[in-house]
């Protein structure tokens, strides 16, 4: 669980780009740094040369991003979670004194380098191991990688407990949430509001969704996402991972957090106190806000992100989201109250789909129908370490896969 006031060990001083109080740069690891998140992130840096250093760098196999982005920044080590193209990785940076570690262990030996904070923006259950490594080494977690905490929430809690490691959400909700919390204590909070925008789908008849291309279901209205987070924004999956996700960050129960659809995406998130007020974080669509908040909390650095224009800002509109039209939501609320190992075999499902959706193997419909008959497939009580994490994940994959399989006559 999330302490808003306690969670980093930072001091207002050092996060100050002002102060000659602190003149070392922070080291910062990214671990995903040629996915969306990542390269944001990198942006964010280039902002404030003299106040953080790169430490380490990471992809799965965007090598020629990797090698660009090495060059620039001159971390003390990359890590290419493909194998046969960290060797060409290698070989391009031979002239350099950039090591370079292979494989998943790579990404996890990236990720224990000494850093001050480490962006984890590796997208999916591929992402759990290397933020765990980072974990151990006591290093302030910026968390945008919410699959993370869907599968092993309490697993990671209990990590950060003993490391003393803290932890900072970086999606837009969980750090509006995290922001409208500073200075609350958690007894005091009534629900969470999580908003979405509903994706590019949000007023199409349901009748039509078995038409829905891969094109139109990557053209997200408001964001600037990879792949699979667009795909997971289009079926409203990637509002029920950050349901079961919010649960973990903030210790709440699932009737705590409840979702609205918000189509402009201006408000990021609410939370509703005991007293009746509700406090909410307003701003432009940009995941550069939240992610430079992590990387410079607990102050706020000046930065040239676009301000919200209120004489164009004409409403603000809310709506309940269509359960019917998107199940995957209600899958999601359904993985939470289960526990267990659900909400690890709803993740996999859903990896799975959404990659076969991509690949044109079966349409937009069928994500929800082959995560719930995974999900009915595949159950088991609550695990306690990595490796039956891992046993579950790959189970739950063989199973989504073999569902999509045809019949046998």
């Known amino acids: 669980m999330i302490e808003p006031d306690k969670v ?3 001091t207002a ?35 404030f040369p003299e106040r953080f250093r790169v430490q380490a760098l990471t992809c799965g196999s965007n090598i020629d991003l990797l090698v660009e982005q090495a060059r620039e920044f001159e971390p003390s080590c990359i890590a290419v979670g493909n194998r046969e193209r960290a060797d060409e990785c290698r070989s391009r940076l031979a002239d350099t004194d950039i090591t370079v570690f292979a ?93 979405a925008s509903g994706g590019p789908f949000r007023d199409r008849p349901a009748h039509t969704f078995a ?27 990637n509002k029920g991972l950050e349901v079961i996700e919010a649960r973990w960050l903030f210790d709440l129960a699932p009737e705590e957090i409840r979702v ?24 432009v669509p940009d995941m550069k806000v939240p992610i430079q908040y992590a990387l410079t909390y607990p102050d706020r650095w000046p ?13 603000l509109d ?15 609320y359904d993985a939470l109250k289960a526990g267990g190992t659900a909400p690890a075999v709803l993740n996999a499902a859903n990896e799975v789909a959404v990659r076969l959706f991509l690949d044109g193997e079966i349409s ?32 739950a994959r063989t199973v989504a896969k073999e569902l999509t399989l045809p019949a046998a006559d």
């Not at 809310?318 to 999601?332: M, N």
């Open 8 to 10: 980093s060990r930072l």
């Open 103 to 195: 494989g998943p262990q790579g990404l996890c030996e990236a990720a224990s380098q000494p850093a001050d904070i480490v962006m984890a923006a590796i997208v999916g259950f591929a992402g759990l191991a290397p933020v765990l490594a980072a974990i151990e080494t006591g290093a302030t977690i910026a968390l945008a990688n919410k699959e993370t905490m869907v599968v092993a929430g309490a697993l990671v809690n209990e990590a950060l407990e003993a490391s003393g490691s803290t932890l900072i959400p970086v999606d837009s909700e969980h750090s509006a949430i995290f922001q409208c919390l500073a200075g609350e204590t958690m007894r005091s909070v009534e629900e969470v509001i999580l908003t």
């Open 260 to 283: 609205l659809v918000h189509s402009q995406s201006i408000v990021h998130s609410m939370v509703a106190f005991s007293d009746g007020s509700i406090k909410a974080e307003l701003g």
């Open 13 to 47: 001083a050092d996060a100050d780009p002002d102060s000659a109080s602190d003149p070392a740069p922070r080291r910062v690891t990214v671990l995903g740094a040629t996915g969306s998140i990542g390269r944001q992130t990198l942006e964010v840096l280039r902002l």
């Open 211 to 237: 038409d829905i291309t891969r094109e139109e279901a990557l053209d997200h209205p408001n964001w600037d996402m990879g792949a699979k987070i667009t795909i997971d924004s289009a079926t409203l999956m």
């Open 303 to 315: 930065a040239p992100y676009e301000r919200l224009d209120w004489t164009r800002t004409a409403s």
């Open 318 to 332: 809310f709506e309940t989201p269509d359960t019917d039209r998107f199940p995957c939501l209600r899958l999601a």
């Open 364 to 395: 937009f419909p069928a994500i929800p129908g082959l995560i719930e008959d995974t999900m009915e497939a595949v159950a088991g009580p609550a695990v306690s370490d990595l490796d039956a994490l891992n046993q579950v994940d790959h189970e």
